[in-house]
Nanobody, 119 residues
Framework: VQLQASGGGLVQAGGSLRLSCVVS????????MGWYRQAPGKERELVAR???????TYADSVKGRFTISRDNAENTVYLQMNSLKPEDTAVYYC??????????????WGQGTLVTVSS
């Protein structure tokens, strides 16, 4: 299972970006997909997660500004980020967990994509 993230970049405060992450490979199911971020000197933190039944979880700091969604047919998860703030600057990582054929579980990470918000 591989995850390929894209969409990061440099944006001014108040602007928007959309991150995408495609999950590929051989797997039986995706139970949930999510986005985490890690700012310099800080621990990686959950930003948003969407489960197989569309249960959504957001960090308090992004509620009302960020929206996670997915395209099941394309095995893709998106993170629409609006009203960006300088404190949103971080490397963003996508994550997916589910079940492989044969019943084993997986929990994989994509490469990070840098989001920089200038003030």
């Amino acid at each position: 299972v591989q995850l390929q993230a894209s969409g990061g970049g440099l944006v001014q405060a108040g602007g928007s970006l959309r991150l995408s992450c495609v999950v590929s490979g051989r797997f039986y199911s995706i139970n949930y997909m999510g986005w985490y971020r890690q700012a310099p000197g800080k621990e990686r933190e959950l930003v948003a997660r969407i489960t197989y039944d569309d249960t959504l979880t957001y960090a308090d700091s992004v509620k009302g500004r960020f929206t996670i969604s997915r395209d099941n047919a394309e095995n893709t998860v998106y993170l629409q980020m609006n009203s960006l703030k300088p404190e949103d600057t971080a490397v963003y990582y996508c994550n997916a967990a589910g079940t492989l054929y044969g019943g084993r579980s997986y929990n994989h990470w994509g490469q990070g994509t840098l989001v920089t918000v200038s003030s």
